[in-house]
């Protein structure tokens, strides 16, 4: 009678943290960038030599934009041209916007505070400008002095290795403790890494295997920094259950392990046995409640999506607004289009949070702008796929700002009718992609509804057919309307099929806008949570098409190495 043992309470203790991990959005540690720091033609700010430049980073919070200071390199003696060899390492995110200053410093005296020694200039970039330049390496122009000239800095980017490595692992167990009182049990096992600060963090469940004591279980892949976050000697601890129909899962038992030790692979020293503590401490007989052992293990690189990028792939970034009647009259304050002098709509915001982001992969800045539900001038024929600048022959617009003016001209020039076909739109997507399947650019369509479709059937063809080509779509669903035909093209839960036809990968990702709007009128927060929500599956969905195409990215050009000299160095 295992069963009456422990107590219901322990038994809910050892489950608090089974029940909550989804496997899919398991929190992955971030990608770590490192930033390299060179400048060039500094300004001379010593009289009998030259300036002893040292350069600080200053991040900024997303809530307050106060700008926090991260880090310094060190400081070198005597050049208007150093090449930094401390580095900065930061997180990176594709769906955040990074803001980063680089100041510089003409270091006059040991001591720590800058107000003490002279200010040499100044660069404001986000970490995407940086990582989406050819061969994601920026260079710009110090500013900050006014009538002076400041120089240039260099900043490159390079990808932490030990991010893209993916370990194939298999385990099986033999004589785990029977937990069930008619049959045996049914074991499963829960990976945790462990954290600096002590505490675990789950990051892989196996599958449940049904009626054994003896399960031997599927491999699994997991990227390396999942396990152990980069750090080899990491404790990862695995907790073993035996399945239960309504989630009170049984404890069996637990051992630890790192990544260097199964690294070693199969041998006598992956070969665990599985305690349960609480039992140990009751029977004075017991010796473990089974083994567990490692059948084998492979580790393998993957490329990243920086690495991509880093290769010269763009993003090319569509934007698709609905102009159905819907949507009320431009001119009245309850219309999602109403053109508020003093603050952007719905639409408008939803497309700056997001295209902010999404441009600093795109080099050319020049984004295909589109509507679709509205009579057109002159005659008032219906169009689901009209260029916003009027422009048929050329639907691009310049940057974010050139598409928000085209917006506004066409909501000026068009009326708004019906009904809402989003299939031309993401076909005209897909026409340009379908083009371009080499891994050289891939497609973001951006479509920003207030909700009710009219042609389902066409939009999950033409999704199922995207799904093959180089492109994401993301939906914003503005206003109060009920999205549940976006949530089903969202494909998260039930990948979206039409005609028998399963989309070959999940390309869309929707969000209501109506989520963000916090009531304090922060928009600022709101619409940085918004982008991160719906970028946030761009990166996976990249790899998903590159890797089902067997595209490797072009290797990133040599790094460069501005011409200058080799210097002395002093801390500071």
């Known amino acids: 009678m295992e069963m009456m043992e422990g107590g219901v309470m322990e038994k809910l203790e050892d489950m608090s943290s089974v029940y909550d991990f989804d496997p899919i959005t398991g929190n992955i540690p971030a990608t770590k960038v490192e930033i390299t720091v060179s400048c060039r033609n500094l300004l001379d700010k010593d009289t009998f ?45 594709f769906e955040e916007k990074q803001n980063l200053r680089f100041d510089l410093y003409d270091v006059d005296s040991k001591s720590p505070d800058l107000s003490k020694h002279d200010f040499l200039g100044q660069m404001v970039c ?24 400041c120089g ?140 567990v052992t490692l059948l084998s293990f492979s580790v393998e690189s993957e490329f990243t999506f920086l690495d991509y990028i880093k290769g010269g792939t763009q993003i090319n970034f569509t934007v698709a607004i609905d102009f159905t009647a819907s949507n009320g009259n431009p001119s009245q304050s309850t219309s999602l289009h109403y053109m508020n002098p003093y603050q952007l709509n719905a639409y408008a915001m939803a497309l700056k949070a997001v295209g902010e982001i999404i441009q600093d992969y795109d080099s050319d800045k020049m984004f295909p702008a589109l509507g679709f539900g509205a009579k057109l001038p002159p005659d008032g024929r219906v169009s689901h796929e009209f260029p916003l600048n009027g422009n048929m022959e050329n639907p691009y617009c310049n940057g974010i700002e050139g598409i928000l003016e085209a917006y506004h001209r066409s909501l000026r020039t068009v009326q708004l009718y019906g009904p809402t076909n989003f299939a031309p739109v993401v076909n005209h997507v897909a026409r340009y992609a379908a083009a371009v399947q080499d891994g050289s650019q891939y497609f973001v369509l951006l479509i920003i509804t207030d909700g009710v479709i009219s042609d389902m059937a066409q939009t999950k063809e033409a999704i199922v057919n995207g ?68 970028l946030a599956e761009i990166p996976d969905q990249f790899i998903s098409y590159m890797k089902s195409r067997g595209i490797k990215p072009n290797p990133a050009p040599p790094p460069y190495t501005p011409p200058g000299h080799t210097h002395h160095h002093t801390q500071i």
């Not at 050819?134 to 009538?147: D, M, Q, T, V």
Request: charged content about 30%; hydrophobic content about 35%; overall charge neutral.
């Open 49 to 93: 030599s030259k300036s002893d430049p040292l350069c600080v980073l200053y991040t900024q919070g997303i809530e307050t934009k106060q700008w926090r200071e991260f880090g310094r390199t060190e400081v070198i003696d005597n050049t208007l041209n150093p090449d930094f060899v401390r580095k900065y390492i930061l997180d990176y995110f």
């Open 126 to 149: 986000t970490l995407g400008e940086i990582v989406g330049s050819p061969a994601s390496r920026l260079e710009k122009p110090l500013g900050g002095i006014p009538g002076k000239k």
């Open 152 to 291: 240039t800095i260099i900043l490159s980017a390079e990808e932490l290795s030990n991010c893209r490595d993916s370990a194939t692992m298999q385990f099986c167990a033999n004589k785990l403790d029977k937990k069930d009182f008619f049959g045996k049990s049914d074991p499963f096992m829960v990976f945790y890494r462990s954290n600096e600060d002590g505490t675990f963090t789950i990051c892989h469940k196996t599958e449940v295997v049904k009626n054994t004591l003896n399960p031997v279980w599927q491999p699994f892949t997991i990227p390396v920094r999942a396990l152990c976050n980069g750090d080899y000697d990491r404790t990862i601890k695995v907790e073993v259950y035996d399945w239960d129909r309504d989630g009170s899962h049984d404890f069996i038992g637990d051992f630890t392990t790192s990544y260097r030790e199964l690294a070693r692979g199969q041998s006598q020293f992956n070969v665990y046995e599985v305690i349960n503590t609480k039992k140990k401490l009751k029977k004075k007989k017991y010796v473990n409640s089974g083994t």
């Open 467 to 534: 799904a093959k080509l180089p492109m994401s779509i993301i939906i914003v669903g503005v206003g109060q309307a009920e999205f549940d035909a976006m949530v089903e093209l969202d494909g998260d839960d039930i990948r979206v099929s039409s005609r028998g036809k399963l989309a070959e990968r999940d390309i869309v990702q929707f969000v209501p806008f109506r989520d963000y709007m916090d009531r304090t009128g922060n928009h600022v927060l709101s619409m940085a949570r918004l982008a991160k929500d719906v």
